[in-house]
């Protein structure tokens, strides 16, 4: 039976898009900090007589992205958290997945996308740089209430609260 962490992305023929990420932690002074990035979304509106016009929004999430081509889940979520993050971080444990319906109505199409995302312990920092549409233009290390206030989507909110669970439950099964 294959691993579900192995499954590469065309064996997941269900799902239109996959995506992988990471909820990465680092402990300074007994304090937990959670790493979020800032994003710039453009949105392009066609209200009538708005013209189209472009509306930026600021976005805060959890470093994640597309796997490449005969990628693992892991080694995507790594390299995401790598690129977007700009740390190295190491997996801890999977935290779940979920599935998003993307529609477009201008094109009547829609796509399924599963995302999953992983518990990860900061490592160090990278030097990597990597541009994608979606540029990241603030990294930032918060407490977990400063997190949950700050993060854009509820379903990352919900995420984050996953995380410092394993993360406590992981932290008391090795003081004991």
Do not use: C
Not at 73 to 95: C, F
Not at 115 to 144: A, C, I, P, Q
Request: hydrophobic share 35%; no cysteine; charged share 35%.
């Amino acid at each position: 039976m294959l691993n579900r962490d192995a499954t590469k992305i065309k064996d997941n023929l269900y799902y239109d898009e996959r995506s992988a990420g990471g909820v990465v932690y680092k402990i300074e002074n007994s304090v937990v900090y959670w790493l979020i990035i800032k994003t710039i979304k453009s949105n392009k509106f066609a209200r009538m007589g708005s013209g189209g016009k472009f509306v930026n929004r600021e976005v805060f999430k959890f470093p994640k992205g597309h796997l490449k081509e005969d990628e693992f889940l892991k080694q995507a979520a790594l390299r995401e958290v790598e690129e977007e993050g700009q740390v190295k971080a190491q997996i801890v444990t999977k935290i779940g997945s979920r599935d998003y319906i993307m529609l477009n109505k201008f094109e009547k199409t829609k796509t399924v996308k599963k995302v999953t995302f992983f518990l990860m312990k900061y490592l160090e920092n990278s030097n990597l740089r990597y541009f994608d549409k979606e540029g990241v233009v603030d990294r930032m290390w918060l407490k977990y209430d400063d997190a949950s206030d700050r993060l854009t989507y509820d379903s990352e909110k919900i995420l984050l609260g996953r995380a410092r669970e394993k993360l406590e439950r992981t932290r008391r099964d090795h003081n004991h």
